[in-house]
């Protein structure tokens, strides 16, 4: 069955400091795989999407990390601000003609002051 | 920027009326589709619609829900005859291209509240 498990459920860290949150997959075959942010009560925002070839991927203070051997993924936060206080989703698509999105369960972050 | 608009942003109704929620996606999208999130949960896949027709649904788009893009612009999700577990946030997407890893883009979603 096409799971995203992520994990911290979660976390809570000092403004300014780093962290990394965790995605495991199980979903194949694999299109595509993205991190997005969502605010309370908001519709998720793209941060990265990365296909199976790529390792890597920045925007900004956010970096993706994809290991489709081990079928795991990261995302790294860095210099935290308090405007990161989110939920972080790992999503996944299946390679099919919908592209549908295959949601993780999320990582609420809290960056306190 | 272009973005994908959702309206009422909060619908509140009596178990077993009806309900449609709007959705106006992004004007040069080809694909729409709706999820929806039970609080504290995850996001989930409900239904794709593509060049008029549905393309997928999941287990959860059972027969009391339904769609349609009655004009250009919009693209609505009814629910016929609504249940207490169908409160839920419900967020529509939509994305430009017809193959490839394009980014689908989300609503601010309509929260639901099922009385």
């Known amino acids: 069955k096409n799971q995203v498990e992520q994990s911290p459920q979660s976390l809570i860290i000092l403004e300014g400091k780093n962290c990394t949150l965790q995605?495991?997959?199980?979903?194949?075959?694999?299109?595509?795989l993205r991190w997005y942010k969502q605010d309370t009560g908001r519709g998720p925002v793209s941060l990265t999407i990365m296909t199976f070839s790529e390792n890597t991927k920045s925007n900004g203070r956010y970096t993706a990390t994809l290991d489709a051997d081990t079928k795991q993924s990261s995302l790294h936060i860095t210099a935290s601000q308090l405007s990161d206080s989110a939920s972080y989703i790992c999503?996944?698509?299946?390679?099919?003609?919908?592209?549908?999105?295959?949601f993780g369960t999320g990582t609420r972050l809290k960056v306190l002051a | 920027e272009p973005e994908v608009t959702q309206t009422p942003s909060h619908q509140v109704t009596q178990m077993g009326q009806e309900v449609i929620l709007r959705c106006v996606p992004i004007s040069n999208h080809l694909y729409f589709y709706w999820y929806r999130q039970i609080l504290g949960q995850k996001v989930e896949f409900l239904v794709s619609f593509y060049n008029n027709e549905i393309s997928e649904k999941s287990e959860i788009f059972d027969d009391q829900f339904s769609v349609e893009r009655p004009d250009g612009s919009n693209f609505t999700l009814k629910i016929r005859s609504t249940k207490l577990e169908d409160s839920a946030m419900y967020f529509c997407?939509?994305?430009?291209?017809?193959?490839?890893?394009?980014?689908?883009?989300f609503g601010p979603g309509t929260r639901l509240t099922v009385l």
């Open positions: 995605c495991n997959y199980t979903v194949s075959p694999f299109s595509n």
């Open positions: 997407a939509s994305r430009a291209l017809a193959g490839g890893p394009d980014t689908q883009y």
């Open positions: 999503v996944v698509s299946p390679l099919s003609g919908t592209y549908k999105y295959i």
